[in-house]
């Protein structure tokens, strides 16, 4: 580490073709893209990183300066300081924050399925009072979600089985969610396993992404003419069971996030959204179509065109 810097874990996929950053969303690791990013050598060098806390990159204090300055560093490393930020979720934010930052040698950026949990006017139908209530109650669960403790190393089996439910549930292959989770498990002193990032990491990363208002992020990003790609995924995600008031504000929220990005594509013609057949594990059920989608994108940015 180099001051607040952290040197991180990357994938380095090859290719000689103009540069891309991948970055994956919260608490998952680059081995979400190992399925896409073969699909983007024979047109790009791609490298894919593990953010801070994630993956097999060092832990250290989350914010959004620290984390911007570890991937500038990753860029510096390789020499590739124009290289196009592509961004999964949690990654989509970043890419966008990062491009905004450096607009001087960043072509543009992409986000895909990174849009939070919005504003409470963007629930369509739902009274925004109704939808800030529940807005509390969903991050509460989402904290809740994050492991306090190690866990047993027996307790690896049941993680596993969970992967094993979503591969059947959503049509992705078991062993790219196996490998992601073996990325993110470490053995402890004690020999318990550690679910990466740590608590204390992963709750100042929800509170950092919770505090930026992602339309006023697009719209200043827009405002530079550089090209922004944003992807929004199609598919609904599965129901929760005895939780229907979560899927009701959920059907809400893709009907306002639609009209949004639609509107603000229509205000700025340097931003282009398209939907990608799949739910927000996009990368891993339908990697053809994130490649397609993100190939097309590139094709114009590194030829010139702006949109």
Do not use: C
């Amino acid at each position: 580490m180099t001051g607040d810097r952290i040197e991180l874990a990357v994938h380095d996929h090859g290719g000689d073709g103009p540069p891309l950053l991948l970055l994956h969303g919260a608490r998952r690791t680059l081995a979400d893209w190992a399925a896409v990013a073969p699909l983007l050598v024979p047109r790009h060098r791609v490298l894919a990183v593990d953010l801070r806390g994630h993956g097999l990159s060092p832990s250290g204090t989350w914010s959004l300066s620290r984390v911007l300055d570890d991937l500038e560093a990753v860029l510096e490393r390789y020499d590739i300081p124009g290289a196009l930020p592509v961004g999964h979720s949690l990654g989509g934010v970043l890419a966008v924050r990062y491009a905004l930052g450096h607009p001087d040698v960043t072509p543009g950026a992409v986000d895909l399925d990174g849009y939070g949990w919005g504003r409470p006017d963007q629930y369509v139908g739902l009274d925004p009072a109704y939808v800030e209530e529940r807005l509390i109650r969903v991050r509460e669960l989402e904290s809740a979600m994050v492991p306090g403790e190690p866990i047993p190393v027996d307790g690896l089996k049941d993680l596993l089985a969970e992967q094993r439910a979503m591969s059947e549930q959503l049509g992705i292959p078991y062993e790219l969610l196996e490998a992601g989770l073996l990325r993110s498990v470490r053995h402890g002193p004690d020999g318990r396993l550690e679910v990466r990032p740590e608590r204390e990491h992963a709750l100042e990363m929800l509170a950092a992404i919770d505090a930026l208002d992602l339309f006023d992020l697009f719209d200043a990003f827009a405002k530079t003419r550089r090209p922004l790609l944003l992807g929004r995924a199609l598919r609904p995600a599965p129901p929760i069971p005895g939780m229907p008031w979560f899927d009701e504000l959920m059907t809400a929220y893709r009907r306002g996030l639609a009209r949004d990005l639609a509107e603000l594509a229509e205000r700025r013609p340097t931003v282009r959204v398209v939907g990608i057949d799949g739910t927000h594990e996009m990368l891993l059920e339908n990697p053809g179509a994130v490649a397609d989608a993100l190939l097309a994108f590139t094709s114009d940015v590194f030829s010139g065109v702006a949109s």
